[in-house]
């Protein structure tokens, strides 16, 4: 186990989910961006279009920035994040998939390498060699998402990796490959948007009025063919996922929000297929980056929320806790332990003085149980996203005791919150602690007594 960070009011989990919304962004467009480029540097030279040749390198310039300025800072920031509030779970991710991560980086490296050399090449170089810049950029940029998609979609549904331990066999998981088709169509309609957003800076005429119809083309492609690998991507989820997005009223509501949005950004792509250029103006075309954002962040929520309560299914729960017995790399549930021998006594971190519960440290005890076991996904104010103490409320339970014997069904009777780690005193001080933190809690404290010796 690793010291317990927590991110008062908004929750780690949010600052992680902010981070990784945003930087689907940068590295989407910096995925798809050179195919468009590619395209349209074929049809300047063609045509010895200069207008079009330009607005190609002021777009290539935009991908430099924003992608591989803003995109590398929220990469380092998930990492960062990542890190510091689930540092079990990186971990578990790099013993496992390091050889797929270093792959990723040499592919990213030739990316780094390719779009300097071609944005600082443009003009300078025969037309036929600088489209092939070009596209070993985007060839090198698509397969660093087909690595990646590999290790993403291993979080969501391990497959046979559970049985063998095997690195292919958690890669070429069951969401793999609807996932990298998803993504793949996601990033031609990402491009579309930042083109036409890139065209509205144009001056009028015929250029622009095609870059804006390709840059529809483009996105409503991506947006229907990306909305018919979606389904089959849900149609891949487990059972569990679908109960979740039923059951859970956020979860059911992010992904209505993202069908809405995915609506409306394909009537948007049909409008400039259809000359709208006014559509591509920055006064329309900047907010509906932002409506694609809100869509983005609706369709992540829900992949998040479709794995609880784990963070690697079958394995390892929200909490970092090894959930289940993994025979093949001979790892032992750590749930079953720490509900017989206790988790103060397992915890290297915890303070001597709380390892064993007493009259005088059992709140402080019971506090820090219910942060190593709720924390990933709750905060402990009133006033914050996901309030532990208003959820409480919201249930109706105000007794400790009710409250303790609720803790001891999660996991079977609610599944998509983790088992409760730690034995039945452990379990006593957590309810004690939880009760005291629910606001206008009228109900009778818990004795000390009833938390060391219990009545059940």
Excluded at 245 to 255: G, R, V
């Amino acid at each position: 186990m690793y010291p317990l960070f927590e991110f008062p009011t908004i929750g780690g989990g949010m600052i992680i989910a902010l981070i990784a919304t945003f930087h689907i962004l940068p590295c989407h467009l910096a995925t798809g961006g050179f195919w468009m480029a590619y395209f349209l540097e074929r049809r300047g030279h063609a045509d010895k279009n200069q207008e079009l040749l330009d607005y190609i390198k002021h777009f290539a310039l935009m991908i430099l920035i924003f992608c591989f300025v803003l995109g590398s800072i929220t990469g380092v920031g998930i990492w960062f994040a990542s890190t510091i509030i689930s540092p079990r779970a990186i971990s578990g991710l790099i013993h496992t998939y390091v050889w797929g991560w270093a792959t990723e980086w040499v592919f990213f490296i030739i990316e780094i390498v390719a779009i300097y050399t071609y944005y600082y090449t443009f003009g300078k170089v025969a037309p036929k060699t600088h489209m092939r810049i070009g596209l070993i950029y985007a060839w090198a940029a698509w397969i660093s998402m087909v690595i990646i998609t590999g290790i993403l979609a291993f979080m969501m549904t391990p497959g046979k990796w559970l049985e063998t331990g095997g690195f292919f066999d958690g890669f070429f998981n069951p969401t793999y490959w609807p996932q990298l088709f998803y993504r793949t169509m996601m990033m031609l309609a990402i491009s579309g948007m930042f083109a036409a957003v890139m065209a509205g800076f144009m001056k009028d005429g015929k250029t622009q009025n095609y870059v804006v119809k390709t840059a529809g083309r483009w996105g409503l492609a991506g947006m229907v063919l990306g909305a018919l690998f979606a389904v089959w991507y849900y149609f891949k989820l487990p059972a569990t996922a679908h109960e979740i997005l039923a059951s859970i009223p956020y979860a059911a509501m992010m992904f209505k929000v993202s069908l809405v949005i995915g609506a409306v950004m394909a009537i948007y792509f049909a409008l400039l297929i259809f000359g709208q250029t006014p559509l591509a103006h920055p006064v329309v075309a900047i907010p509906m980056v932002f409506v694609l954002f809100v869509g983005i962040g609706g369709g992540e929520s829900v992949r998040e929320f479709s794995r609880r309560p784990y963070l690697m299914p079958g394995y390892m729960y929200s909490n970092q806790i090894i959930a289940h017995d993994f025979e093949v790399k001979g790892i032992k549930s750590e749930v079953a332990r720490f509900q017989k021998d206790g988790f103060l006594q397992s915890n290297y971190f915890v303070p001597a003085d709380w390892r064993n519960i007493n009259e005088k440290n059992y709140l402080k005890a019971g506090m820090l149980l219910t942060k190593a076991n709720c924390v990933i996904c709750h905060t402990m104010e009133a006033d914050g996203r996901s309030s532990l103490p208003r959820l409480i409320e919201r249930i109706g339970i105000t007794a400790a005791a009710d409250l303790a014997a609720y803790l001891k069904t999660i996991g079977d009777d609610y599944p998509y919150m983790p088992a409760f780690a730690g034995n039945d005193v452990e379990r006593r001080a957590a309810a004690a602690y939880m009760v005291s933190i629910v606001p206008n809690n009228e109900a009778e404290p818990p004795t000390p007594a009833w938390v060391l010796n219990g009545d059940e």
